[in-house]
């Protein structure tokens, strides 16, 4: 993690390092980079906890086997690329929005494209200017989406397919943090589909069975089916194939000082097994 006193790169964008497959996945939570303008009353500790943290390194080994990997440098609290463009809470503004607004649950429960909480704490002791939100939109927000878009249509245009996979970690104490009484607890992974609109079945059930093997618990769309990013991007109809996956931050760090636990090298050597294994089949191979 820094603060940055300039802009800086959106996102790092890492290639195929083998024959290029249809697979793109994007992690666009896991950034660290806090801008200056960011400006917010929270300590960075508790500010922290917005961000999918090693999501990316997690899933590393994908351009080894053929996957472009799309990775947001800044934090989502800061300004979130999973979220539609409108889906702004009017509260947050010192002044009207220059269209209409479409503030969504999540902008209820203060995730929506710009956070208004973190850990039940508000993460402005201020308004903000609609100048500084469409520079946050201008400089990070949309350079992401058009990356990610680019590489989905230059893949597709190729290989006539295309198979999106968007990497999350969830906090563990998920539930509370959206709010839903329940005493079944968090799933190791949840795999997102829009409630099985996105993606081909197949694919998920090759991840879950891999997962299961494992001994991990898996869950489909409970108690996350996936925003924005899959919402766009998967159309399963036209070969557009888009499927998110959460992983349960206790299995590879503290939720508290962000130090990865000894257990993180053991998820990641899982991961680049999955990840050889969708692999074989984005090429047809299983
Ligand atoms: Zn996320």
């Known amino acids: 993690m820094r603060f940055a006193d300039e802009e800086f790169e959106p996102y790092v ?9 249809p697979l793109v996945c994007d992690s666009p939570h896991s950034g660290v980079i806090y801008p200056a303008d960011f400006l917010s009353c929270l300590p960075i500790s508790v500010l922290r906890s917005g ?6 390194e997690l899933w590393k080994a994908l351009p080894s086997v053929g996957a472009t990997l799309l990775a947001a440098n800044f934090p989502r609290t800061y300004i979130d690329p999973n979220r539609e463009v409108d889906d702004i809470d009017p509260n947050i503004l010192a002044e009207p929005w ?32 609609v100048a500084e939100v469409e520079n946050r939109i201008g400089t990070y927000y949309q ?6 878009e680019r590489e989905i249509e230059n893949v597709y245009k190729r290989f006539g397919v295309v198979w999106h ?28 589909d829009c409630d099985g ?29 996936g925003v924005a990013l899959i919402a766009r991007i998967g159309r399963p109809e036209e070969n557009r194939h888009s499927l998110q996956i959460e992983v349960n931050r206790a299995l590879y760090m503290d939720e508290d000082s962000y130090e990865k636990s000894a ?18 089949f984005a090429q047809g191979l299983i």
């Not at 961000?51 to 990316?56: A, G, K, L, P, R």
């Not at 350079?143 to 990610?148: G, R, T």
């Not at 990497?167 to 709010?179: C, D, K, R």
């Open 13 to 21: 964008l890492s290639l195929p390092t083998s024959t290029a497959i």
């Open 197 to 225: 609109t996105t993606c081909d079945p197949t694919l998920i059930g090759i991840i879950e069975d891999f997962l299961k093997g494992r001994g991990y618990t898996v869950a489909r769309n409970d108690p996350f089916k």
């Open 98 to 129: 220059t269209s209409e607004l479409r503030p969504t649950e999540k902008s209820r429960l203060g995730h929506g494209l710009l956070w208004r909480r973190a850990r039940d704490r508000d993460i402005y002791d201020r308004k903000l200017w």
């Open 51 to 56: 961000e999918d943290t090693y999501v990316e």
């Open 263 to 280: 257990n993180f090298w053991v998820l990641q050597k899982d991961l680049t097994q999955l990840c050889g294994k969708v692999a074989e």
């Open 143 to 148: 350079p992401y989406h058009e990356a990610l």
């Open 165 to 192: 996979l968007n990497l999350h970690s969830m906090p563990a104490n998920s539930y509370e943090v959206l709010e839903i009484d329940t005493d079944q607890p968090l799933a190791d992974f949840v795999l997102g």
